[in-house]
């Protein structure tokens, strides 16, 4: 049994420690400021909570800490916690600045340590099976790839969270809006698949989310390496719905979540061959993502997000915010805070 330290037990941070605590694996810990939300958690889950991260750990013997704070404070706590000899996994993203980084990566090298980012599309079935087939070179290399999605934001949170415009979500200095709260989703599965993003030129705004002015609404011009990339996504519409499609000289792969399928085609095919899998509860992937996590811990084969790779994907987050504030397009490798 891994013991488990939850920090930050908000809307997401409550689903982690659900989760962690379905898998029947871990022993958790919930951990907060605030005394009502901990409250709540101890009645709900009975588990032992505490508010101060760093006397709990200076305290108890943790076997790792899944990090849920506002992610202007990722780094600093991972690496922390990290030097403490902890196992971490981070929420996405991986920070909303690129100070900290090298630090953080040698911490993890220095202590030796498994750290995860919880970019939780990975453990999804359907796109890990269409990522296999892509990556699987039937259709030969991807020349361009386009994803549209769309939802009702605040449809889709908890009727007891904390309404959007008051958590982090408001302020993009501490990772809120939608190109880090939600197309880095996205950005960070299609990286997977294409590899690092080079440049992007970005437009957004915010279009209709009452009590923000972040942005609510993206379209984003993207390559990675060879293949020419689009992304459009606002959080304001009435379906959710979620379409990616991957297009080679032989052939496209499409991936529909909001029908839970994906298929191909071949040049000269007249439709489709889909491939549906059935539905699952919301908690599914992320206690999928836990077991995963935990096999890590445990030196089994366990696909996840790399902090490697989280970097990636923070400078296609931080190169879209400076695209869309200059008005030009930007080459990932070239940001800085």
Not at 252 to 271: A, F, I, P
Request: glycine share 8%.
């Amino acid at each position: 049994m891994h013991s488990i330290l939850i920090i930050g037990c908000g809307s997401i941070g409550e689903r982690h420690l659900r989760c962690f605590q379905k898998t029947g694996r871990a022993a958790v810990t919930g951990c907060d400021a605030s005394p009502q939300i901990l409250a709540a958690i101890a009645q709900t889950y009975a588990v032992p909570t505490v508010t101060d991260w760093k006397q709990a750990v200076e305290q108890n013997r943790y076997h790792a800490a899944v990090i849920c704070t506002p992610a202007h404070l990722h780094v600093a706590i991972a690496t922390e916690l990290l030097n403490h000899g902890l196992h971490v996994l981070i929420e996405k993203p991986l920070s909303q600045s690129l100070a900290g980084i090298d630090g953080l990566f040698a911490a993890q090298e220095r202590s030796g340590r498994k750290a995860a980012v919880a970019y939780v599309l990975h453990v999804y079935p359907l796109l890990s099976a269409a990522r296999d087939f892509i990556l699987g070179g039937t259709l030969g290399p991807v020349l361009h790839a386009t994803n549209t999605s769309g939802q009702y934001f605040p449809g889709g949170r908890p009727a007891h969270a904390v309404h959007y415009s008051k958590t982090y979500y408001r302020d993009r200095k501490l990772g809120g809006g939608a190109i880090q709260d939600a197309l880095t989703h996205t950005a960070n599965w299609f990286e997977s698949i294409l590899g690092p993003t080079e440049s992007v030129m970005c437009d957004c705004s915010h279009q209709s989310l009452p009590e923000v002015t972040v942005e609510d609404t993206v379209n984003v011009s993207a390559r990675n390496g060879a293949t020419l990339v689009n992304y459009t996504l606002n959080q304001f519409q009435a379906p959710n719905e979620v379409t990616h499609q991957f297009n080679t000289a032989t052939g496209s792969v499409k991936v529909e979540l909001h029908n839970r399928r994906w298929g191909h085609m071949r040049l000269g095919d007249k439709d489709w061959t889909w491939h549906e899998v059935p539905p699952a509860d919301r908690d599914g992937p992320f206690t999928e993502q836990a077991n995963r996590f935990i096999d890590l811990l445990e030196g089994k084969p366990s696909r996840m997000c790399s902090l490697e790779a989280a970097a990636h994907t923070l400078r296609f987050n931080l190169a879209a915010l400076a695209s869309a504030e200059s008005g030009a397009r930007v080459f990932c490798a070239k940001v800085t805070d």
